[in-house]
């Protein structure tokens, strides 16, 4: 009974390192696999300070970006500039941002900034491309900066109402 005992045992034991290795290797074939999505690594921070003028530059890292993912972004953009959107609250504005970077490239960036007067604009980076939605006083403004370099702009212009 002993002995039944103890190779019970060890049959649990070998099929918990079992499942141990499992994950293990699980993680590290997911990690190669998605590498080339991950941000890129932090370079040391920019100084300032313009009294030390010196020839040391840092070489930032080359990041390689697949086409697809430009490509990616600037179809979004496109579609984006489609639509016309009215958001007249935070909610809505949130809801929009959430919605477009679920169809953007995994390393798309985005934030919402509020402006005085209660002006706002939602904006998505993707490495040197660019999309932003600026509500202002005077209308709705889309701007895009595609894979190219090349700016896009559109605008709606409201009304002035006779006072």
Sequence with gaps: MVNFLILFC?????CAVGVVAKKILKTEKYRKKYIRY??????GGVSLNTDQVSDHREILPTVEVD?????????????FFQQKYNLNSQAAAEQLQADFLRKMPVNCKTQIRQLELGEWSIYWNFYHQSLEYYVGRYGEFYTHVDRFGEEHKLEYKYQESAS
């Design 10 to 14: 060890v049959v649990i034991i070998l």
């Design 67 to 79: 086409e697809y993912e430009q490509q990616l972004f600037d179809d979004i953009a496109a579609i």
């Design 38 to 43: 991950q941000a890129p690594e932090r370079v």
